[in-house]
């Protein structure tokens, strides 16, 4: 019996050219912990919606910008209420990520 491919395309974490199990690994820990610390282990919108764990959560995305996966000013503590979960809405709340962190777009490209 021939075992079906599980990998590339057919593969369940298949994100277009990067698996999620790209995100683990010791670089991008240091940077989560960096993200952590800087913001002081606490979601950055801390409003009274806050609920469940932190995530450490790229600004301008992992896939579309690879030279700023580990720049700590392209990270942002959220907690799961607060994570984006659309892309759609993830690109509506780069100018807010930036806001709370006191960045432009222009300062994550330097």
């Known amino acids: 019996m ?8 057919n593969h369940h974490n298949w994100q277009g050219g990067y ?7 010791v670089e991008y820990d240091v ?6 610390t800087r913001d002081d282990f606490k979601c950055k919108i801390a409003n009274e919606d806050c609920e469940g764990k932190i ?5 301008l995305g992992f896939t579309k910008f690879p030279e700023l996966r580990y720049e700590l000013k392209n ?25 709370l962190l006191g960045l432009s ?3 994550l490209f330097q």
């Open 105 to 107: 777009r222009a300062t």
């Open 31 to 36: 940077w989560r912990m960096a993200v952590y």
């Open 19 to 25: 698996s999620k199990s790209q995100h683990k690994g």
């Open 75 to 99: 990270g942002i503590t959220l907690c799961h209420a607060h994570h984006p979960r659309k892309r759609a809405e993830e690109k509506l709340l780069v100018p807010e990520f930036q806001r």
């Open 2 to 9: 021939k075992l079906p491919n599980i990998s590339g395309e």
């Open 55 to 59: 995530e450490a959560h790229h600004i």
